[in-house]
Nanobody
């Protein structure tokens, strides 16, 4: 089992920045791929970014490429999402997730095994 706890969400003005954190505990040696997803009441949960534990390969949704950066500190069992140039369209609940059975990047939410409880990000115009 892997437990995930997100933090760092909040209210920010358009053009601002936020950094989200995701602390993993439990069987952290199985966190082969870590990812961020987001969801609004109007949309299904959508992929934002992902990172492999080995090699550090990354993948980003087109909507955030160039503005968001995913990273992890393995010593702290923590993953981060640095978000810059935020727009109101980035408003959502952000979830971190772990893929514990495969080593490859994935944008499919059903390929992730563990999820955090989410953290709200609100961008005002």
């Amino acid at each position: 089992q892997v437990q995930l706890v997100e933090s760092g969400g909040g209210l920010v003005q358009a053009g601002g920045s936020l950094r989200l954190s995701c602390l993993a505990s439990g069987r952290t040696n199985s966190t082969y791929v870590m990812g961020w997803f987001r969801q609004t009441p109007e949309k299904e949960r959508e992929f934002v970014a992902a990172l492999t534990r080995v090699g550090g390969s990354t993948d980003y949704a087109d909507s955030v490429k160039g503005r968001f950066t995913i990273s992890r500190d393995s010593a702290k069992n923590t993953m981060y999402l640095q978000m810059t140039s935020l727009t109101p369209e980035d408003t959502a609940v952000y979830y971190c997730a772990v893929r514990a059975t495969y080593y490859t990047l994935s944008r499919r939410k059903d390929s992730y095994d563990y999820w955090g409880q989410g953290t709200q990000v609100t961008v005002s115009s």
